[in-house]
């Protein structure tokens, strides 16, 4: 699927969050950072000493002498604060999946979303991610056209995502806080009084606003369909990020302000795999849906530039999101009507 370059569409994606957001730094959950500091500095410096800090580009020994020098005081913006990637693209890929399987609930795998996690090949053989079924050899059709409809676009192992995202650096204007809270003992339902204490603090920033590129490189119609209702239920903020969400952190609202299709000529339709394969047996190999590559009017020519592909931005986003989701929903249509012929 990725030994060519048939078509690319590239979004800019705005997203804001007002109330409190915590990106969790791996490096200092997993004590890669306080190991550094002895029990009795620990000791000393409860009612300052934050269980978790916010993603950051600090070297990991500069952060231990920054967090002993910084006392009780929030980090500032020479932290160089960021969302990485891969903690936007999670929770894009479990509500894309959320999608498919609330339309497909009564589908056998692979016309619904699989568990990615599902290994289990002895008591739950129907069920098992797409991981786990691509492990048997896969003859005569290629392993993109056997993996459920989250993983053509996702990915799985042994199948490359075509779906990519760039780490979003923060603008300024965020606030950058401590949040205190108190630990709950499950059993009792008070106050956790366990060895450690009570409290927990956490850094995290608040009226955070960042940007980030979505790029999908040769996608099928139904495809970007799905990424119509996915980025619309992140602008009505129902798909929070991050960690805390149980506790009101990461409640985001994003929107596109920008999106640009790449393709190897010049266009006036909406072109995609299932247009741009004229080959018959390739696109049965690669289990491609088809469709008409439909016309649409709201694009302006990109020009400048060294490039080997002619770009277009889209100027009516509303628009272009309409189009592309009546193409998901013919999707479908269609795998609801190959699960029923399979059960007749």
């Known amino acids: 699927m990725l030994k060519r370059k048939l078509c690319e569409a590239t979004f800019q ?17 997993q004590n890669e950072v306080t190991k550094n500091f002895d029990n009795t500095e620990k000791k000393e410096k409860k009612g300052w000493y934050p269980d978790k800090f916010f993603s950051n580009r600090v070297g990991s020994d500069d952060m231990t002498k920054r967090i002993r020098d910084a ?58 991610g797409c991981s786990c079924r691509l492990e048997k050899e896969v003859k005569e059709v290629s392993k993109y056209s056997v993996v459920c409809p989250a993983c053509k676009l996702f990915g799985c192992a042994g199948l490359a995502s075509r779906i ?10 965020y606030r950058s806080v401590y949040r205190d809270m108190i630990g709950i003992d499950r059993f009792t339902g008070g106050v956790y009084k366990g060895a450690g204490g009570a409290n927990m603090r956490f850094h995290v920033l608040e009226n955070t606003t960042f940007t980030t590129t ?3 490189t040769n996608f099928e119609l139904w495809q970007l369909g799905l990424l119509a209702y996915v980025f619309r239920d992140f602008e009505t903020g129902l798909v929070p990020i991050g960690f805390g969400k149980t506790k009101g952190f990461g409640a985001v609202k994003g929107s596109i302000t920008e999106i640009t299709l790449s393709y190897p000529n010049a266009i006036t339709h909406i072109e995609h795999m299932g247009s741009l394969l004229s080959n018959a047996t390739e696109r049965e190999y690669y289990g491609i849906h088809t469709c008409a590559a439909p016309l649409f009017e709201h694009i302006k020519p990109i020009n400048g530039g060294l490039s080997l592909y002619k ?33 007749t």
């Open 71 to 128: 006392g009780s005081n929030p980090p500032d913006k020479t932290w160089g604060f960021y969302v990485p990637a891969t903690s936007i693209r999670g929770p894009f890929r479990a509500h894309a999946e959320r999608i498919i399987r609330s339309l497909m609930h009564y589908a056998p795998h692979p016309f619904t979303a699989c568990d990615p996690l599902e290994q289990d090949k002895e008591n739950h053989k129907e069920t098992l």
């Open 164 to 173: 990519y995202f760039i780490d979003a650096g923060i603008e300024d204007g």
């Open 214 to 216: 979505v790029t999908i």
């Open 311 to 343: 770009s277009v931005t889209v100027t009516n986003i509303p628009a272009f999101w309409e189009k592309l989701a009546a193409k998901f929903n013919r999707y479908i249509e269609d795998l609801d009507r190959q699960v029923k012929e399979n059960i």
């Open 13 to 29: 994606w705005r997203l804001k969050c007002k109330g409190p957001l915590l990106i969790a730094d791996g490096r200092y959950s």
